[in-house]
Nanobody, 119 residues
Framework: QVQLVESGGGLVQAGGSLRLSCAASGSIFSINAMGWYRQVSGWQRELVATKTSTGSTNYADSVKGRFTISNDTTRNTVYLQMNSLKPEDTAVYYC?????????????WGQGTQVTVSS
């Protein structure tokens, strides 16, 4: 099992910055990848950025050049630095981890943190 706790959301004006944090605990040695997804009410959850245990990253086209995913292995924490925020970035942001538990890959989610960008 993996537990994820997010922090760092809030209200910011367009053009501003926020940094989200996600601390992992539990079976952290089994984590294959961690990342961030976001969801607007009534819409499907979408990928924002992911980073694998080998260091490969993947970003949604809409955030490339503005968002950066990073991690601190000493703190078992993944970050999402969000710059040049736009009103369309407003959503609930969820931390995600994919981990090998036994013989299966399992998905884990944080509780979500609200990001609101005002115009």
């Amino acid at each position: 099992q993996v537990q994820l706790v997010e922090s760092g959301g809030g209200l910011v004006q367009a053009g501003g910055s926020l940094r989200l944090s996600c601390a992992a605990s539990g079976s952290i040695f089994s984590i294959n990848a961690m990342g961030w997804y976001r969801q607007v009410s009534g819409w499907q959850r979408e990928l924002v950025a992911t980073k694998t245990s080998t260091g490969s990253t993947n970003y949604a086209d809409s955030v490339k050049g503005r968002f950066t995913i990073s991690n601190d292995t000493t703190r078992n924490t993944v970050y999402l630095q969000m710059n040049s925020l736009k009103p369309e970035d407003t959503a609930v942001y969820y931390c995600h981890a994919n981990a090998l538990i036994g013989f299966r890959y399992e998905d884990y989610w944080g509780q979500g943190t609200q990001v609101t960008v005002s115009s």
